[in-house]
Structure formats: structure tokens, C-alpha cells
Nanobody, 124 residues
Framework: QVQLVESGGGLVQPGGSLSLSCAAS????????IHWFRQAPGKEREFVAG????????DYADSVAGRVTITRENAKNTAYLQMNSLKPEDTAVYYC?????????????????WGKGTLVTVSS
């Protein structure tokens, strides 16, 4: 079993930046393909970004491409989501999710493990 714990959420003004972290335990981190999803009130959970278990490839949702960067540090069992130029519509609970090996998937039903989420609020 894998445990994922997100941190770094909070309140930020429009145009600001925020960095989220996802700490993993319970399985060799380097075998996990890591994803970030988000869910705004009244909306479905949507894919934000993903990074292959090898770290050599990333994928982003069109809505965040160019503003968001996903990275990982296998030595620290941690993945990160750097978000810049934040907009009010980025307000959501952000979830870290993982798959055993495999490619990045944008379907939340394809995930094997989930964290509990961290709230990001973009507001002036």
C-alpha cells in the first residue's frame, strides 16, 4: 500500500505562485507514475499534470500548460507541483495520485493511490 500526503496549499493572490509537495511512503517511489488532479466546488475531478515513473516525461492539462511544472525527487520520495500566474479559476482541492509503473493517465479512475488533498484558494 502507498500513502500520499500533500502539502503546500493555501491562499494566494491572483498572479501569485504556489508550490505543492506530495510525499510518498510504502512503496519504492521510483516505480510510481505521479499525477496531480484538482477538484473545484461543484465540479468533477480533473487532471492537472503527470510525470512518468522514470521522470523523463511530463504531461499537462491545456488549462495549466505553461503555468505549471511537475517534478520529482526520487531520493526524497517526493513530487512537486510549481504553479505560477495563478488565476481565481485555479481554486480547488489539489490531489496527488499515483499509478504503479505505467504511463500518465488523465482519467482519475486509472489511479491506484490517492492523497487526501490540499486546498488552494486564489483570491484577492
Amino acid at each position: 500500500q502507498v500513502q500520499l500526503v500533500e502539502s503546500g496549499g493555501g491562499l494566494v493572490q491572483p498572479g501569485g505562485s504556489l508550490s505543492l509537495s506530495c510525499a510518498a511512503s510504502g512503496r519504492l517511489f521510483s516505480t510510481l507514475t505521479i499525477h496531480w488532479f484538482r477538484q473545484a466546488p461543484g465540479k468533477e475531478r480533473e487532471f492537472v499534470a503527470g510525470i512518468w515513473w522514470s521522470g523523463g516525461r511530463t504531461d499537462y492539462a491545456d488549462s495549466v500548460a505553461g503555468r505549471v511544472t511537475i517534478t520529482r525527487e526520487n531520493a526524497k520520495n517526493t513530487a512537486y507541483l510549481q504553479m505560477n500566474s495563478l488565476k481565481p479559476e485555479d481554486t480547488a482541492v489539489y490531489y496527488c495520485a499515483a499509478r504503479n509503473w505505467g504511463v500518465v493517465e488523465q482519467d482519475p479512475n486509472a489511479m491506484d493511490y490517492w492523497g487526501k488533498g490540499t486546498l488552494v484558494t486564489v483570491s484577492s
